[in-house]
């Protein structure tokens, strides 16, 4: 494995969902009691510990394939790579977006790359990932 990342959401959106799901144990104790608040808090917490490890995004860069979450390619697949910044990614992702592109994205994710797809067959133009370590992710595709 020459390369590994793994993107996780951030803590400040993991409180905000755990602030709405507390209000929903608020409106369930002032119903139903105090039993059955303690099991929807037990019960919503596995929520969002399953909703924290669903939600990561894992790229892997090994000697013959790039992998970002659940789709693969083939190294001799992979063309030009950039560097996005937080301003690029977006506009990359909206106003620039081409609807055939894979995208491997998280919204919380400021920065990321463009991986241009060079092969006849795939219509894909090219992958959107995000990534803190962008340089760090070509330099492995392409060493």
Excluded at 11 to 30: E, G, P, R
Excluded at 32 to 46: E, H, Q, V, W
Excluded at 103 to 125: E, H, M, Y
């Amino acid at each position: 494995m020459r390369y590994r990342e793994v993107i996780h959401a951030p803590l400040w959106l993991l409180a905000i969902i755990y602030f709405f799901m507390l209000s929903l144990v608020i409106s369930i104790w002032a119903a139903l009691g105090n039993n059955a608040a303690l099991a929807t808090l037990l019960i919503l917490s596995a929520v969002l510990m399953w909703i924290y490890s669903a939600t990561k995004l894992v790229i892997e860069v090994d000697n013959q394939e790039l992998r970002a979450g659940k789709a693969h390619i083939a190294l001799s697949y992979v063309g030009d790579c950039i560097t996005l910044d937080n301003e690029a990614i977006r506009r990359v992702r909206t106003r620039d977006a081409d609807p055939r592109a894979f995208l491997a994205i998280r919204f919380w994710a400021t920065k990321g790359i463009q991986v241009t797809i060079n092969d006849n067959r795939d219509t894909t133009p090219y992958w959107l990932i995000s990534s803190n370590r962008g340089a760090e992710l070509i330099k492995a595709m392409k060493g």
